[in-house]
């Protein structure tokens, strides 16, 4: 109980409008992913000595699905006609590379440490099982940490990606297998 009578609580976020996931710090200042004022949500930073904030990593057009840091460096899962993009910023929030993918398909990230050397995700689509790739942060590289023992070969298989006009005039993404 006296812990708790010498802690100061602040509000950051007021409401329940807009969702805030604090993703990491430096020092002072949390990482944010939001929504606030971006539908497709975006990365800011906020001081929280003056209580202000400013983009990070500004919305696109496409969806920010996730992001995570390792290394001290910012890992970001984009969807894109729902498939993934993966991209890696430094923490001033400067693009330093696309991570290129097989092929067509959907990627999750794992959380890291700030002395890490590298960092883990995984990728599966239609025709690659799932896979967990390392990244090297120095390399900029990903190699195939762990597979699965299916005996599936890609090369055997044709995906594409089409899409269809609804009744509205939406256009929907789907695969042909």
């Known amino acids: 109980k006296d812990f708790e009578k010498n802690i100061d609580f602040e509000l950051l976020f007021k ?6 996931s604090v ?16 539908p497709c949500y975006k990365i800011i930073l906020i001081d929280t000595n003056t209580k202000t904030h400013k983009d990070l990593i500004p919305e696109k057009k496409d969806l920010l699905d ?10 970001t899962n ?6 993934s993009r993966m991209y890696h910023f430094d ?5 330093e590379n696309e991570i290129k993918l097989p092929t067509l398909g959907l990627t999750t990230g794992s ?3 700030k002395d890490d050397k590298f960092t883990f995700y995984t990728f599966t689509s239609f025709i690659y099982p799932t896979v967990i790739y390392k990244y ?6 990903s190699s195939v940490f762990k597979k699965s023992e299916l005996k599936v070969n890609p090369n055997d298989y044709e995906m594409k990606q089409e899409s269809y006009e609804s009744q509205d005039g939406t256009k ?3 695969f042909i297998v």
């Open 15 to 20: 409401g329940f409008k807009n969702n805030y």
């Open 23 to 38: 993703i990491d710090n430096i020092k002072d200042n949390f990482i944010v992913h939001t929504n606030e004022n971006a």
């Open 66 to 75: 996730s992001v995570w840091p390792s290394g001290k460096k910012l890992f």
């Open 78 to 83: 984009y969807l894109k006609d729902s498939t």
């Open 91 to 95: 923490l001033k929030g400067k693009l």
């Open 111 to 113: 959380w890291g440490n």
């Open 136 to 141: 090297d942060l120095r390399k900029q590289k």
């Open 172 to 174: 929907i993404p789907m």
